[in-house]
Protein backbone atom coordinates (compact mmCIF):
# COMPACT_ATOMS: atom_id res chain seq x y z
CA UNK A 1 0.00 0.00 0.00
CA UNK A 2 1.66 2.99 -0.84
CA UNK A 3 1.07 5.87 1.76
CA UNK A 4 -0.10 9.17 1.07
CA UNK A 5 3.26 10.62 2.00
CA UNK A 6 4.87 8.42 -0.45
CA UNK A 7 2.06 10.06 -3.31
CA UNK A 8 2.64 13.38 -2.23
CA UNK A 9 6.71 13.00 -2.57
CA UNK A 10 6.33 10.93 -6.03
CA UNK A 11 4.19 14.10 -7.47
CA UNK A 12 6.75 16.49 -6.05
CA UNK A 13 9.44 14.87 -7.85
CA UNK A 14 7.22 14.09 -11.09
CA UNK A 15 6.24 17.92 -11.00
CA UNK A 16 10.27 18.60 -11.16
CA UNK A 17 10.45 16.67 -13.56
CA UNK A 18 7.55 18.60 -15.57
CA UNK A 19 9.22 21.29 -15.18
CA UNK A 20 12.36 20.15 -17.23
CA UNK A 21 9.97 18.88 -19.87
CA UNK A 22 9.32 21.04 -22.77
CA UNK A 23 6.40 19.22 -23.93
CA UNK A 24 2.17 19.54 -22.94
CA UNK A 25 0.48 18.12 -20.29
CA UNK A 26 -0.40 15.33 -22.70
CA UNK A 27 2.80 14.38 -23.72
CA UNK A 28 4.18 14.89 -20.17
CA UNK A 29 1.25 12.31 -18.89
CA UNK A 30 2.47 9.83 -22.11
CA UNK A 31 5.91 9.80 -20.96
CA UNK A 32 4.97 8.60 -17.11
CA UNK A 33 1.89 5.82 -18.70
CA UNK A 34 -0.76 7.76 -17.50
CA UNK A 35 -3.35 9.89 -19.35
CA UNK A 36 -3.44 13.79 -18.98
CA UNK A 37 -6.75 13.98 -17.10
CA UNK A 38 -4.96 12.00 -14.42
CA UNK A 39 -2.07 14.02 -14.38
CA UNK A 40 -4.11 16.60 -13.75
CA UNK A 41 -5.99 15.68 -10.83
CA UNK A 42 -2.51 14.01 -9.42
CA UNK A 43 -0.77 17.54 -9.82
CA UNK A 44 -3.55 19.42 -7.91
CA UNK A 45 -3.07 17.18 -4.81
CA UNK A 46 -6.09 14.63 -5.85
CA UNK A 47 -4.50 11.13 -5.01
CA UNK A 48 -8.02 8.93 -4.54
CA UNK A 49 -8.39 6.42 -6.86
CA UNK A 50 -6.86 8.05 -9.56
CA UNK A 51 -4.01 5.02 -10.66
CA UNK A 52 -3.61 2.35 -9.33
CA UNK A 53 -1.01 0.79 -6.45
CA UNK A 54 0.90 -0.86 -9.19
CA UNK A 55 0.95 2.36 -11.41
CA UNK A 56 1.94 4.76 -7.92
CA UNK A 57 5.00 1.72 -7.97
CA UNK A 58 5.62 2.75 -12.28
CA UNK A 59 5.28 6.31 -10.98
CA UNK A 60 7.71 6.17 -8.32
CA UNK A 61 10.53 4.37 -10.57
CA UNK A 62 9.69 7.10 -13.07
CA UNK A 63 10.42 10.00 -10.67
CA UNK A 64 13.01 7.97 -9.25
CA UNK A 65 11.78 8.20 -5.63
CA UNK A 66 13.33 6.03 -3.00
CA UNK A 67 10.32 4.92 -1.04
CA UNK A 68 12.35 3.38 1.31
CA UNK A 69 13.41 6.80 2.71
CA UNK A 70 17.04 6.85 2.03
CA UNK A 71 19.23 9.42 2.37
CA UNK A 72 19.12 11.49 -1.20
CA UNK A 73 22.69 10.58 -2.74
CA UNK A 74 24.85 14.12 -3.29
CA UNK A 75 26.66 14.58 -6.96
CA UNK A 76 30.06 15.21 -7.11
CA UNK A 77 31.76 16.88 -9.42
CA UNK A 78 34.20 14.01 -10.52
CA UNK A 79 36.41 14.66 -13.34
CA UNK A 80 34.09 12.02 -15.23
CA UNK A 81 31.24 13.97 -14.33
CA UNK A 82 32.31 17.28 -15.63
CA UNK A 83 33.79 15.41 -19.21
CA UNK A 84 30.62 13.92 -19.85
CA UNK A 85 28.43 17.13 -18.67
CA UNK A 86 30.33 19.00 -21.14
CA UNK A 87 30.02 16.86 -23.81
CA UNK A 88 27.02 16.19 -23.60
CA UNK A 89 26.14 19.84 -23.59
CA UNK A 90 27.94 20.61 -26.46
CA UNK A 91 26.11 17.56 -28.58
CA UNK A 92 22.72 19.38 -27.24
CA UNK A 93 23.43 23.02 -28.13
CA UNK A 94 24.94 21.89 -31.43
CA UNK A 95 22.82 19.16 -32.72
CA UNK A 96 25.63 16.35 -33.16
CA UNK A 97 26.68 13.55 -31.90
CA UNK A 98 29.32 11.66 -30.06
CA UNK A 99 30.46 8.25 -28.55
CA UNK A 100 31.99 8.01 -25.10
CA UNK A 101 33.94 4.78 -24.05
CA UNK A 102 35.80 4.63 -20.70
CA UNK A 103 36.39 1.85 -17.84
CA UNK A 104 32.89 0.45 -16.32
CA UNK A 105 31.99 1.90 -12.82
CA UNK A 106 33.60 4.82 -13.16
CA UNK A 107 30.01 7.67 -12.91
CA UNK A 108 28.98 7.15 -17.08
CA UNK A 109 25.21 6.33 -16.11
CA UNK A 110 24.86 8.60 -13.27
CA UNK A 111 26.55 11.56 -14.94
CA UNK A 112 24.13 11.53 -17.82
CA UNK A 113 21.06 10.94 -15.32
CA UNK A 114 21.70 13.77 -13.80
CA UNK A 115 22.18 15.93 -16.75
CA UNK A 116 18.91 14.68 -18.02
CA UNK A 117 17.50 15.83 -14.74
CA UNK A 118 18.76 19.33 -14.98
CA UNK A 119 18.34 19.97 -18.52
CA UNK A 120 15.37 20.48 -20.79
CA UNK A 121 15.07 18.49 -23.70
CA UNK A 122 17.25 15.47 -23.03
CA UNK A 123 16.46 11.71 -22.46
CA UNK A 124 18.23 8.93 -21.13
CA UNK A 125 17.69 5.29 -22.87
CA UNK A 126 19.27 2.55 -20.91
CA UNK A 127 19.68 0.21 -24.11
CA UNK A 128 20.29 -3.00 -22.19
CA UNK A 129 16.26 -3.11 -21.02
CA UNK A 130 15.22 -1.91 -24.64
CA UNK A 131 17.42 -3.87 -26.77
CA UNK A 132 14.99 -4.61 -29.91
CA UNK A 133 14.87 -2.31 -32.93
CA UNK A 134 11.31 -1.93 -31.89
CA UNK A 135 11.56 -1.84 -28.13
CA UNK A 136 14.43 0.92 -28.34
CA UNK A 137 12.32 3.08 -30.84
CA UNK A 138 9.02 3.08 -28.86
CA UNK A 139 10.79 3.62 -25.46
CA UNK A 140 12.35 7.17 -27.55
CA UNK A 141 9.48 8.11 -28.28
CA UNK A 142 7.94 7.57 -25.64
CA UNK A 143 10.80 9.65 -23.48
CA UNK A 144 10.01 12.48 -25.38
CA UNK A 145 6.01 12.00 -24.49
CA UNK A 146 5.05 11.18 -28.43
CA UNK A 147 2.92 8.53 -28.89
CA UNK A 148 4.71 5.25 -28.26
CA UNK A 149 1.98 2.43 -29.06
CA UNK A 150 -0.12 1.49 -32.41
CA UNK A 151 1.58 0.59 -35.52
CA UNK A 152 5.98 0.72 -35.34
CA UNK A 153 5.69 2.93 -38.50
CA UNK A 154 3.36 5.40 -37.48
CA UNK A 155 5.35 5.48 -34.04
CA UNK A 156 8.85 6.01 -36.16
CA UNK A 157 7.50 8.48 -38.27
CA UNK A 158 5.89 10.61 -35.00
CA UNK A 159 9.28 10.34 -33.45
CA UNK A 160 11.13 11.76 -36.15
CA UNK A 161 8.62 14.45 -36.97
CA UNK A 162 8.74 15.30 -33.41
CA UNK A 163 12.36 16.01 -32.98
CA UNK A 164 13.26 17.45 -36.48
CA UNK A 165 9.75 20.03 -36.27
CA UNK A 166 8.75 20.51 -33.01
CA UNK A 167 11.56 20.20 -30.23
CA UNK A 168 13.87 22.31 -29.47
CA UNK A 169 17.53 21.16 -29.22
CA UNK A 170 16.88 17.80 -28.14
CA UNK A 171 19.28 15.24 -27.22
CA UNK A 172 19.40 11.66 -27.15
CA UNK A 173 21.24 9.90 -24.37
CA UNK A 174 22.23 5.83 -25.25
CA UNK A 175 23.84 3.71 -22.66
CA UNK A 176 24.98 0.22 -22.56
CA UNK A 177 24.94 0.69 -25.95
CA UNK A 178 26.78 -2.35 -27.20
CA UNK A 179 23.69 -4.42 -25.85
CA UNK A 180 21.09 -3.59 -28.68
CA UNK A 181 20.63 -6.23 -31.38
CA UNK A 182 21.91 -5.64 -34.91
CA UNK A 183 19.14 -4.08 -36.31
CA UNK A 184 18.62 -2.06 -33.57
CA UNK A 185 21.98 -0.99 -33.96
CA UNK A 186 21.27 -0.26 -37.76
CA UNK A 187 17.82 1.48 -36.61
CA UNK A 188 20.38 4.23 -35.05
CA UNK A 189 21.60 5.19 -38.13
CA UNK A 190 18.07 5.78 -39.59
CA UNK A 191 17.31 7.85 -36.91
CA UNK A 192 20.84 10.00 -37.59
CA UNK A 193 19.96 10.33 -40.71
CA UNK A 194 16.38 11.11 -40.63
CA UNK A 195 17.17 14.15 -37.26
CA UNK A 196 20.50 15.00 -38.82
CA UNK A 197 21.54 18.56 -37.22
CA UNK A 198 18.07 18.47 -35.57
CA UNK A 199 19.25 16.28 -32.50
CA UNK A 200 22.38 15.83 -30.56
CA UNK A 201 22.87 11.78 -30.15
CA UNK A 202 25.54 10.49 -27.52
CA UNK A 203 26.59 6.83 -26.91
CA UNK A 204 28.05 5.43 -23.79
CA UNK A 205 29.32 2.22 -22.58
CA UNK A 206 32.74 0.32 -21.80
CA UNK A 207 35.90 -0.60 -23.67
CA UNK A 208 33.86 -3.62 -25.04
CA UNK A 209 31.21 -1.51 -27.35
CA UNK A 210 34.72 0.10 -28.68
CA UNK A 211 35.76 -3.52 -29.80
CA UNK A 212 32.94 -4.44 -30.91
CA UNK A 213 32.42 -1.52 -33.33
CA UNK A 214 36.04 -2.00 -34.32
CA UNK A 215 35.47 -5.69 -34.99
CA UNK A 216 32.24 -4.95 -36.94
CA UNK A 217 33.58 -2.75 -38.83
CA UNK A 218 36.90 -4.56 -39.73
CA UNK A 219 34.48 -7.53 -40.81
CA UNK A 220 32.67 -4.97 -43.37
CA UNK A 221 28.90 -5.85 -41.37
CA UNK A 222 26.76 -3.44 -42.98
CA UNK A 223 26.07 0.04 -41.01
CA UNK A 224 28.66 -0.03 -38.47
CA UNK A 225 31.13 2.51 -40.32
CA UNK A 226 28.26 4.46 -41.65
CA UNK A 227 27.53 4.97 -37.54
CA UNK A 228 30.83 5.67 -36.40
CA UNK A 229 31.48 8.01 -38.55
CA UNK A 230 27.93 10.19 -37.67
CA UNK A 231 28.91 9.73 -34.23
CA UNK A 232 32.26 12.16 -34.89
CA UNK A 233 34.79 9.23 -35.72
CA UNK A 234 36.57 8.86 -32.48
CA UNK A 235 36.41 7.38 -29.04
CA UNK A 236 35.58 9.76 -26.15
CA UNK A 237 36.96 9.15 -22.88
CA UNK A 238 38.50 10.50 -19.19
CA UNK A 239 40.14 7.80 -17.55
CA UNK A 240 43.57 8.08 -18.29
CA UNK A 241 45.65 5.28 -20.23
CA UNK A 242 48.37 4.89 -17.64
CA UNK A 243 48.45 2.16 -15.08
CA UNK A 244 49.68 4.45 -12.19
CA UNK A 245 47.71 7.44 -13.46
CA UNK A 246 44.40 5.36 -13.92
CA UNK A 247 44.80 4.51 -9.90
CA UNK A 248 45.61 7.70 -9.11
CA UNK A 249 42.07 8.91 -10.90
CA UNK A 250 40.17 6.41 -9.86
CA UNK A 251 40.91 7.23 -6.03
CA UNK A 252 40.55 10.79 -6.49
CA UNK A 253 37.06 10.04 -7.93
CA UNK A 254 36.20 7.91 -4.89
CA UNK A 255 37.72 10.09 -2.11
CA UNK A 256 35.39 13.33 -4.09
CA UNK A 257 32.17 11.06 -3.93
CA UNK A 258 32.92 9.89 -0.51
CA UNK A 259 33.07 13.42 0.98
CA UNK A 260 30.10 14.30 -0.61
CA UNK A 261 28.27 11.88 0.81
CA UNK A 262 29.56 10.55 4.15
CA UNK A 263 28.33 12.15 7.55
CA UNK A 264 30.07 14.80 8.64
CA UNK A 265 33.66 13.23 10.86
CA UNK A 266 33.79 10.28 8.59
CA UNK A 267 37.06 8.96 8.32
CA UNK A 268 37.18 9.61 4.62
CA UNK A 269 40.64 7.56 4.07
CA UNK A 270 39.26 4.21 6.06
CA UNK A 271 36.34 4.10 3.68
CA UNK A 272 38.40 4.92 0.70
CA UNK A 273 40.63 2.08 1.53
CA UNK A 274 37.53 -0.59 2.22
CA UNK A 275 36.46 0.27 -1.10
CA UNK A 276 39.13 0.31 -2.90
CA UNK A 277 38.40 3.14 -5.17
CA UNK A 278 35.16 1.57 -6.76
CA UNK A 279 32.54 3.95 -6.77
CA UNK A 280 29.92 0.97 -6.71
CA UNK A 281 31.33 0.07 -3.30
CA UNK A 282 30.86 3.44 -1.82
CA UNK A 283 26.74 3.67 -1.39
CA UNK A 284 27.15 0.00 0.72
CA UNK A 285 29.89 1.47 2.88
CA UNK A 286 28.24 4.12 3.80
CA UNK A 287 25.03 2.33 4.75
CA UNK A 288 27.42 0.52 7.67
CA UNK A 289 28.18 3.72 9.46
Known amino acids: MITTEAKSKIV ?10 IGSDKGFSTK ?8 SRLSNGNFFQVVSDGQWISLARLAEVDLKGNSKWNTAKTPVYNTITAQLK ?6 ISAIFCD ?12 YVRENKGAVYIDC ?3 KTRQKLVRQIAREFGVEHVGKYSNVYGDLCYYITSAAHNPLVILDEVGDLEYSAFLELKALWNATENACGWYMMGADG ?8 IECKRVGYAEIFSRY ?15 KAFTMAQATAVIKAN ?6 VQKILIKTEGSLRRIPTELKKL
Open 232 to 246: GKRYQRSTPMGADEQ
Open 209 to 216: LKEKIRRS
Open 103 to 114: DAGIGKTYSARV
Open 12 to 21: KALKEQRGMY
Open 128 to 130: SQV
Open 90 to 95: KCQEKS
Open 32 to 39: IGINAAQW
Open 262 to 267: APEGVD
